[in-house]
């Protein structure tokens, strides 16, 4: 038999067993909540404590915790006990890197969708939009509210009552049913890793402590390209500053290779190679690339 490490919950701090949880019960989906509060300014933001728990009638329930640092709300939290209304969106692999830069915690007011790069679809029966690029979307009226406890950690329960589903046609297989292999689906696991059903585990970094950029501030030019994805978007706006022009400078003279890209008369040849490097996850020096002929 296996020697067994033991706990008690309540002898551990928060935040420790929060990490002895997240870890062992896995993988687990997201609900990527989109909700307005009562002025319609809107919010997004993903929730792993999240699962479908009715068919008749069609309930899904995520839980927004109180922080465990300072036992605050989140926005979401605050926005469905206003309203009672949220749209639940299905991450796939592709939005999965603006999934990440989402749950930064911008300023009450900062609009997500915008600062992630994705796009607001108005929803017909609800207020919150629905995220346009995610392969699912349930528009959901708030039934009730469940507090599991009033200090840092304790989950809040949301009943959400699916009033109408959204599906891309292309995920569809020929019968009309959701195609598991199609749809890509990802789900959290411990620390910075998910799972892919396709594939398995992977890494996604957490978005930093500071305010990412945010797709919002990307150039035209570069958000528009033909070669980024809306991943690579992700990457590049979860840095906290660009690079200044010394540094871009100092990183051509040490890569001498990349001197060839100034002044390309294809500007793909450069968000290819910048592509290479976020790839590695190397989004500083993507941006000294994307930025050699700014």
Known sequence: MKE???????????AKLH?????????RPIAFASTVDKEGAPNLSPFSFFNVFSANPPILIFSPARRVRNNTTKHTLDNVLETREVVINIVNYDIVQQMSLSSTEYDKGENEFIKSGLTMLKSDLVAPFRVAESPVQFECRVTKVEALGKEGGAGNLVFSEVLKIHIHKDILDD????DQHKIDQVAR???????????????VPKPLS???????????????????TGNDLGKLGNVECLPTAEEVRTFVEKNPSLSTLINAADPL?????AKEYLEKNDAESAWKILMLNS
Do not use: C, Q
Not at 269 to 273: A, F, I
């Open 4 to 14: 067994l490490f033991s706990i008690i919950p309540s002898e551990l701090p928060t």
């Open 19 to 27: 990490g002895y949880l997240l870890g062992a019960v896995g993988p």
């Open 175 to 178: 019968n009309g049913a959701i």
């Open 189 to 203: 696991m411990g620390g910075n890793w998910y799972s892919r059903a396709n594939l398995g585990m992977f890494e």
């Open 210 to 228: 500071s305010l990412g950029i945010g797709v919002d501030r990307i150039p035209n030019e570069i958000r528009n390209s033909k070669v980024l």
């Open 269 to 273: 040849l450069v968000h290819r190679r």
